[in-house]
């Protein structure tokens, strides 16, 4: 690991007060401009001198971004609403528990004081060649230092790896993808609205970063429609150690039915692949099925076709088909 | 600005990364303004075709001749296409994403280039034991014939100049200037495929040093970057007005008779 500086390089810094200032700002410095939510990714980057950005613009003051709303058909978040207030408020508990845990159970308490929903999901790859400096694809240069022989790269993908291996690691993509959230992205004065699912991106497509934002973008807002509230929800994180650490493996999973028939579902599991993995072939199987053993089985060998383990992380295999039982089971306790 | 991109590796040394894309745009200006550069000149310059007279005299003399004469087979007119194909597939695939439109572009690529060096290797194979191998070299011999050509293009009548044989000087350049910059796209690029995933070849990303893959990777940058100004030129010249029999016999395989007395020798190509 590099050596952590207490004095980051220079920049100039840009506090904004409020969403058009802020738009402002990211038009005029395009990709010189690093976005800072919460800072908690920012501030790794930035200390151990790995990302040196000209301009860095603070969210902190643009309360706007702030708040979680019922905005008719659901519900809607400000992309700087933090963590805590996400996992403690009344309505999401209430319609949406599957964000709630998901939000609950993000690194450490400290940490989901100041974090945002913004800035987990916008948060860059955790692999430590990458955080390192090291030239890697990811950072510009033309090796997956992770996928060589010798890599230790026991949290790194086993789906869809293309020259990059280092995965996902956000407790709330997973589940806002399961949800089927949609990400309001402005950029100037225009606006589009991206589906959770679109919003996260593989090395094949940009190797240099894990969503579609684009020098100039601003994620201001998550909208969550009903089509799942109240229904089915799931959500587990397996980590090293039970608090402040990421996910290995995480799954998020709605489904709607009832314990005989499932008539719908959606399952996300992330930390295995450079975005959140939607097990879409499992979803369509578990249509009309009952929740049972049986059909847990069988989805679970289903989840876990075509991964390519490293070296170093072929137990995420067995791992992901736990999960994948245990979610259709709805039992966290549930091991055989 | 810099034409490539360096980065200190693990162990300190500073190492090649990439080309910068930069040369990509230019290569692409580049490629636009000698195609501007050379259309205002054909439009206001007084370069000189052949008289007709004296393609007129040619017909007499040589009566004999077929009406139409063959001058692409049907397996050389295929692996121009296909080679075409893969060409811009590994072009659009290859700077498309620089330009901003974002897709799963490494399998698409890869694929392509491996139909390109399939292509290729079949047309070394093809010309050197069906074709006639040296009809597309240049050499000493031809310095009459160039001497002749830029003459006409600065608007000065040469009757009875030296002709070509098959192919014209313009495409033996060209040829050339493809078969270098084929060669180490190729070769370049099939060593990658050790870097990236495909169910071909073990990867192995030690296959070299980081220094050897610096220059692997810039060496494919800059013969790649260098086909966009090629391929420009080469589409450019295709749809030339003056050059339109040359991209019809691609097409169909023949030319007439006329045309095959007005551009080439029939003693150095003999019909």
Redesign the interface.
Known sequence: MPPIRDVMPAFELFQPANVSDALGVLNRHGADAWVMAGGMDTFDWLKDRIKKPKVVVDLGMVNELRGIKDAGGGVEIGAMTTLTTIANDPLVKERFPLLAQAALIVASPQIRNVGTLGGNVSQDARCWYYRAG??CYR???????A???TSINREHAIFN???CVAVNPSDTAPALIALDASFVIKNGDKERVVPAEEFF??P???ITRLN?MEPGDLLTAIRLPNTWAGKGHYFEKVRDRQVWDFALVNIAAAINGSASSITDARMVVNGVAATPYRLTAVESFLKGKARDKATADQAADMAVQGA?PLRHNAYKVPLVKALVKRAIRGDAEWTS | MDFL?S????WGET?F??ISWSLFWAALVGGLLFLLAHGGYMLFSQHHKRTSEEVDRLERERAGLPAHITRHGFVARAFHWVMAFSMLTLLFTAFL?IVGV??????WHWMAGLLLTASVLFHIVHATFVLDFWSIWIGPKDIPEFKNEMMRDLGKEVPGSPKPGKYPLGNRLYHLAVLVAGLLVIGSGIVMMW???TNLVE????LFG?VT??LT?VMHGLMGVGFVGLVIAHIYFALRPEKLWITKAMLFGTISRREYLEHHDPDRWVA
């Open positions: 090291w030239p950072a510009g240069g033309n090796i997956c230092y996928d060589t022989p790896a293309d020259r991106i593989g094949g497509i940009n579609s390519a | 991109t980065a200190r590796s693990p190492v990364t990439h994403p974002r897709f799963a572009w490494v399998q870097r990236v995933r990867r192995n990303p030690y980081d893959w610096g990777y």
